[in-house]
């Protein structure tokens, strides 16, 4: 089974301050995905990259293959950011199976 | 394009009781994926079904069951409920067999075992 670690577990951050999630997992993956959850459940999928960055709007996701270790990024943040952020991968590294998810960054953005 | 949607929103259930919750996944998706989510933790993978067929599960007893119907909705069934079955529990549609392809939420079934 996919093991995945997400860092840091909780944050709070000044309107506009740069925010850095990070994720590494322990067995190797065809694709990782970032997932956004707002109080209530609700899951959103803000990307799924296989390789190197992508970007969309304010959020950016990066990957490196060999170190296992993936990145989320948003850029001048806003308090309508705040939501828990969640990489998963698959769960057991590749195929057909479904997902093994961090324990999710609780995102504070505060005005 | 509908989206994914999930019923009942809540429900109550007793220990030892039996359940049943749904899910209509994405149009043209036939893949769903069921997840379980307790409180401050990560969503838990369940189990998986592709074309009818159970194709991957994770570390949940026997008593945690499912169906996938022609039209790709989907179904959990749980037996014998746990107190600490009590929890969020969300499906994902996603198109093909594999994980690469983007997933779809519903908003998910908060059971609570009493």
């Known amino acids: 089974k996919n093991e995945v670690e997400q860092s840091p577990q909780n944050l709070t951050a000044q309107e506009g301050e740069f925010i850095t999630i990070n994720c590494s997992y322990s067995?190797?993956?065809?694709?990782l995905h970032w997932l956004q959850q707002h109080p209530g459940g609700g899951i959103v999928s803000l990307f799924m990259?296989?390789?190197g960055k992508k970007k969309h709007g304010r959020l950016i996701a990066t990957i490196n293959i060999q170190e296992k270790h993936s990145s989320l990024h948003i850029t001048a943040s806003h308090p309508r950011d705040s939501a828990v952020y969640i990489c998963?991968?698959?769960?057991?590294?590749?195929?057909?199976?479904?997902?093994?998810f961090g324990k999710g960054t609780h995102l504070i953005i505060q005005p | 394009e509908t989206g994914v949607t999930q019923s009942p929103t809540h429900l109550i259930k007793t220990r030892g009781q039996q359940v049943t919750l749904r899910c209509s996944s994405q149009?043209?998706?036939?893949?769903v994926s069921w997840y379980q989510q307790a409180l401050g933790q990560g969503p838990q993978f369940i189990f998986q079904?592709?074309?009818?067929?159970?194709?991957g599960r994770g570390n949940f007893p026997p008593r945690f069951s499912g169906l996938q119907f022609p039209n790709y909705s989907s179904e959990l069934n749980v037996n014998a409920l746990e107190l600490d079955d009590s929890a969020l529990y969300l499906c994902?549609?996603?198109?093909?067999?594999?994980?690469?392809?983007?997933?779809?939420f519903g908003n998910g079934t908060r059971l609570t075992v009493t």
């Open positions: 994902a549609s996603s198109l093909a067999g594999r994980v690469n392809s983007p997933l779809h």
């Open positions: 067995v190797g993956i065809s694709a």
């Open positions: 990259l296989s390789s």
């Open positions: 998963a991968a698959p769960y057991s590294g590749g195929g057909a199976d479904g997902l093994t």
């Open positions: 149009s043209g998706h036939n893949t």
């Open positions: 079904y592709y074309r009818e067929e159970e194709n």
